[in-house]
């Protein structure tokens, strides 16, 4: 893995000089706002000119025009204290200035009285807006004080509280839709389209969801962005680390769990460290992050049995030793994770930045039908890597550039032996169980499959920013990625009942890995206006993606093996482009209200995959009517997937601790990618993908905040959607097509589509003291296929039948001691309160409930696996300890 590693850093930093050479320096947001505000004279109401105003934590500032205004840009996120000088008047510092990215912090008029004498300084707290009016689509933000205090351990879970999202599906799309950013970069892998890392909340400074229609900057995405803004290095000697065990805990519930319950005080387990401070000698900040964790599954694995291979199961069954067996858990994880980010200003108006964070985990994934041989089952080993420099050159107090230059490597194998000669291989077999014993578990054999994944992604990325004027901001930019892809598996075993074949490299059947370079850019413009009071946001994108493959040239000779039909040959793939225009509008109807409109097309690539899985058509070389299927073939020649999005909303600050947000919005979804059926020229036919599928979401979001007054703070996110569409995965018209089913498009509720979500986070929190919060989430069922009865072709309308409602509690809790004259928190967690077994997963198709079965005979072997159920309770307990107050 090491030596995998070196060699992806290595090839990465060639692609990464040669990328700087070939294009253009250029900026990228994504990591800072901005604040504006106005200073007049105290007494004679009228414009301080010359006033400077600096945010000394930020190193920047402005000085106030002949109107008094001010406009800083590029602050990075976090919190503030603005202060302002004027020679003859007295001196005023703010505090409290919550800056966010992507955003502009408008500060209330300031005050400053005229004086001749040096007087003390004048102290005043901003005040963040519990709503923003000036804000053109729904864009929630969490920063990091909140963070710490609920009850989430890393991104996604930040991310599920937000309203318009359901289990990491935004407004009703696919689940690879999400752009996931690092610091204003995409960390997403390609091949799934899915954030590469789990961030752990010890890095968040700040996570914004965008959740509604974005910016033109923001590409390869149709549902929302996630922007994780990382903390950086402090400007003095900072410390912090947090430890805590637990268990799941369900004394009251094993009967009904179908488990027995066992107390396991050390099954999880977290250990992190943060250390920051400067290198005053060298201009530099640096934060040092490392974190170790494991988490034991709370179903528990008995070693009845080994995987070598007996006779027959009877035999292993018979030999069987009489000891008592050994007892661990069935599924497990071990992780850790280490960051680095280093922030230098040593050149004027510059700030250079670089970070890096390596993720590694080991595990083995819960299989129940292995709890008595989990020798037998697989290991997965990941190593994530996402690091780069970013360069920041601030020209003019109006203008400023950002030029970055990342690194995403993701390492993954799932497999039971590296090598795939090794003899244990074909000492145990294929897994093997006696019917009708013990649920019919696995009592010898060992997993056969083995998948490995290698992608380095080398991205530059940049962005221009000019304030044009107070009331004006424009931006352009672009991006470029060249993925390295591979993916697939490294020889194959094949069970040929008394014993295994080890195939390698033998195509079309058993390929060797594929090797995919495909290239994506981008590039784009955005304009912010601001009119009197009228909000304007406007932007237009351009993508490009080449596959750099081939296809057939004619689909009905896919393998150019039919005899007296016109030649096929390979062909290369297309360059693919796009263009996307967007706009938003914000109008003030009264100070503390808003009526806003978005409207976007948005373009998104499928995941690589989709498109390069089984690309190779000369599989299809034998492929004759009526004979057998060879599954559904890739397509790297495919179009971008396209969804345009209307929203309409109404924000309103009612008071200035309590604030609504409620938007509707329609999706119109086309380009999906799906599966059409091919006839070749000697009546065979193949499913291939391309852009077949389509779908609809229309829906409503409600946000209601409630701002912490001396104790309280309460958020409600309500959503209401409609999200239905031809299927809900590319493979699903080719496997109702297998079944017998009708092929042909319909339009049925997407499998994810979820009527009603709430979620209310309520807070009480005594500052220094201590703090509490919980976390009620409450759904309506999603959709499953009802079955009148058993066999085949016995199924009702596709996703007809709803699953029952769901209810979910998670709290915190924590309280604040000195010890060792440090600043120390005790705390504990409790997810899933209540212990609900239930939570929008399996059903029986028979029944629509997780609990029974109306023909418990033939889900005799479900029934006994209690992994149907939702996790139960856990509860952890921990400490936390701070350098200083």
Same mark, same amino acid.
């Given at each position: ?18 990328? +700087? ?23 004679? *109401?009228?414009?301080? +000119? ?7 934590? %930020? ?58 004498? %040096? ?7 901003? *005040? ?11 864009? =929630? ?20 509280? =937000? ?24 960390? /997403?892998?390609?091949?799934? /389209?899915?954030?590469?890392? *789990? ?74 460290? &943060?250390?920051? $401070? ?22 528990? +694995? ?11 199961? #009877?035999?292993?069954?018979?030999? %069987? ?31 250079? /930045? ?10 083995? *994934? ?81 997993? #056969? ?51 295994? %074949? ?31 009071? #009228? ?21 009905? /000779? ?21 263009? &996307? ?7 003030? @109807?009264?100070?503390?209200?808003? #009526? ?18 089984? +690309?190779?058509? &000369? ?50 979804? !086309?380009?999906?990618? $799906? ?113 009148? &009865? ?15 409602? @769901?209810?979910?509690?998670?709290? !915190? ?27 929008? $997963? ?44």
């Amino acid at each position: 893995m090491v030596s995998r590693l070196r060699r992806g850093v290595l090839r990465s930093a060639w692609d990464a000089a040669l990328l +700087a050479a070939l294009l253009p320096a250029g900026a990228i947001a994504g990591t800072t706002g901005k604040i504006e505000g106005r200073v007049l004279d105290a007494a004679k *109401k009228q414009p301080l +000119a010359g006033v400077n105003v600096a945010i000394p934590a %930020a190193r920047t500032g402005a000085i106030t025009d002949e109107q008094g205004r001010y406009v800083i840009l590029n602050v990075p996120a976090g919190t503030y204290e603005a202060k302002l000088q004027l020679l003859g008047y007295r001196a005023v510092t703010i505090q409290n200035i919550v800056v966010t990215v992507d955003n502009t912090t408008r500060l209330a008029d300031q005050a400053m009285e005229e004086t001749a004498l %040096a007087m003390p300084e004048v102290v005043v707290s901003a *005040k963040r807006p519990v709503v923003d009016i000036g804000l053109t689509s729904n864009l =929630q933000t969490v920063g990091r004080r909140e963070i710490e205090k609920l009850p989430v351990q890393d991104l996604q879970d930040v991310v599920n509280l =937000q309203a318009g999202v359901v289990d990491g599906h935004i407004r009703g799309g696919r689940i690879g839709e999400v752009q996931y950013q690092v610091d204003g970069v995409t960390m /997403n892998d390609p091949v799934t /389209n899915q954030a590469g890392l *789990k961030l752990d909340r010890s890095l968040l400074e700040e996570v914004q969801v965008v959740s509604g229609t974005f910016d033109a900057e923001y590409g390869q995405a149709m549902s929302g962005v996630v922007n994780a803004v990382l903390r950086r290095g402090t400007s003095r000697f900072d410390w912090n680390a947090e430890a805590y065990l637990g268990s799941f805990v369900y004394p009251g519930n094993a009967d009904a769990r179908g488990t027995p319950y066992e107390f396991h005080p050390t099954g999880i387990q977290s250990y992190q460290m &943060s250390v920051s $401070g400067p290198l005053a000698s060298w201009n530099t900040t640096y934060l040092l992050n490392a974190h170790a964790g494991a988490f034991d599954d709370y179903v528990d +694995a008995t070693r009845r049995f080994t995987p070598w291979q007996a006779k027959t199961p #009877l035999d292993k069954i018979a030999t %069987a030793n009489d000891s008592t067996p050994e007892v661990s858990p069935l599924g497990r994880t071990r992780a850790a994770t280490g960051v680095v980010r280093l922030t230098n200003h040593s050149i004027p108006g510059v700030e250079l /930045n670089y970070q890096a964070i390596v993720e590694g985990a080991e595990g083995r *994934k819960t299989n129940y039908l292995f709890r008595l041989n989990p020798d037998g089952l697989t290991d997965q080993h990941t190593l994530s890597l996402v690091q780069g420099i970013d360069w920041t050159h601030t020209l003019n107090t109006k203008t400023f550039y950002t030029l970055s230059l990342r690194q995403n490597l993701f390492d993954y194998r799932d497999l039971k032996y590296d090598d795939l000669f090794d003899p244990r291989y074909v000492q145990a077999g294929a897994p093997r169980n006696y019917p009708g014993y013990e649920a019919d578990a696995w009592v010898m054999g060992v997993d #056969l499959g083995r998948y490995k994944q290698w992608t380095n992604t080398p991205i530059i990325k940049g962005s221009f920013v000019n304030q044009r004027s107070h009331d004006q901001q424009i931006k352009f930019g672009g991006e470029y990625q060249w993925p390295h892809v591979e993916y697939g598996s490294p020889g194959y075993l094949v069970d040929l009942g008394t014993s295994i %074949a080890r195939i390698v490299d033998q195509p079309p059947n058993f390929p060797a890995i594929p090797r995919w370079r495909p290239d994506i850019a981008a590039a784009f413009a955005q304009d912010e206006l601001e009119w009197n009071d #009228l909000h304007l946001r406007a932007g237009l994108r351009f993508d490009y993606f080449s596959a750099r493959a081939s296809v057939p040239s004619d689909l009905a /000779n896919p393998a150019n093996s039919i005899a007296g039909a016109p030649a096929s040959v390979p062909v290369a793939t297309t360059p693919k482009t796009a263009l &996307s225009p967007r706009i938003g509008v914000s109008y003030p @109807v009264t100070r503390n209200a808003a #009526l806003f409109f978005a409207y976007g097309h948005f373009y998104q690539f499928p995941e690589l995959g989709q498109i390069f899985t089984q +690309a190779d058509y &000369s599989i299809l070389a034998d492929l004759q009517a009526g004979g057998i299927s060879y599954g559904v073939m890739g397509n790297p020649d495919i179009k971008p997937e396209r969804t345009v999005q209307y929203q309409f909303g109404y924000k309103q600050s009612i008071t200035d601790d309590f604030g609504i947000d409620a938007t509707i919005f329609y999706k119109d979804i !086309r380009d999906l990618l $799906g599966t059409e059926f091919v006839t070749t020229y000697n009546g065979a036919e193949y499913a291939r993908l391309t852009n077949v599928d389509f779908g609809t979401v229309t829906g409503i979001t409600l946000s209601v905040t409630r701002r912490a007054g001396r104790v309280f703070s309460t958020t409600l996110d309500y959503t209401w959607q409609n999200a239905q569409g031809n299927s809900s995965d590319p493979h699903e018209t080719a496997t109702r097509a297998s079944n017998g089913e009708d092929p042909r498009p319909r339009s049925v509720p997407f499998n994810w589509d979820q009527r009603h979500t709430l979620v209310l986070t309520v807070t009480a929190a005594q500052p220094e003291s201590y703090n509490a919060s919980m976390i009620l989430h409450a759904a309506t069922g999603q959709p499953f296929t009802p079955a009148t &009865s058993t066999g085949f072709g016995n199924g009702l309308e596709d996703n007809s039948g709803r699953k029952p409602a @769901v209810l979910v509690i998670d709290l !915190r809790a924590e309280k604040n001691v000195n010890a060792l004259h440090l600043p120390v928190s005790a705390f504990m967690r409790v997810f899933n309160l209540t212990d609900a077994r239930f939570n929008n $997963g399996f059903v029986f198709n028979t029944s629509g409930s997780p609990y029974y079965s109306r023909f418990p005979a033939k889900d005799y072997v479900t029934l006994a696996d209690p992994t149907r159920y939702y996790a139960p309770r856990r509860i952890e307990v921990g400490v936390t300890l701070r350098g200083r107050p």
